[in-house]
Nanobody
């Protein structure tokens, strides 16, 4: 069974920071192109960061200057700073583009005072 293990979420006040970790099944994903995605209640899942195997990183404008994606030994990280209430969501990692048959449990991020 292919696994994606996300961790690092939690409850944080606005302006706070969190660092999410993703441990992909290396037999399936290797150190290939990966992405972070999130889904807020009642909304569609959206991409918040991608990291290519050559190290090229991308974050959309909505989280630019606040979210940073990185990798170490095939584990992928998402550093989130200056968090806002609208960042509240379940965060997932997956390939880029995502493989819809393979989603992990995700990790809940709640930004609230």
């Amino acid at each position: 069974q292919v696994q994606l293990l996300e961790s690092g979420g939690g409850l944080v006040q606005p302006g706070g920071s969190l660092r999410l970790s993703c441990t992909p099944d290396n037999n399936y994903f290797g150190c290939g192109n990966m992405g972070w995605y999130r889904q807020a209640p009642g909304k569609q899942r959206e991409m918040v960061a991608t990291l290519q195997s050559d190290g090229t990183a991308y974050v959309p404008y909505s989280v630019k200057d606040r979210f940073t994606v990185s990798r170490n030994n095939c584990r992928v990280y998402l550093q989130m700073n200056n968090l806002k209430p609208e960042d509240t969501a379940v965060y997932y990692c997956n390939a880029d583009p995502p493989i819809n048959a393979v989603w992990g449990q995700g990790t809940q991020v709640t930004v609230s005072s």
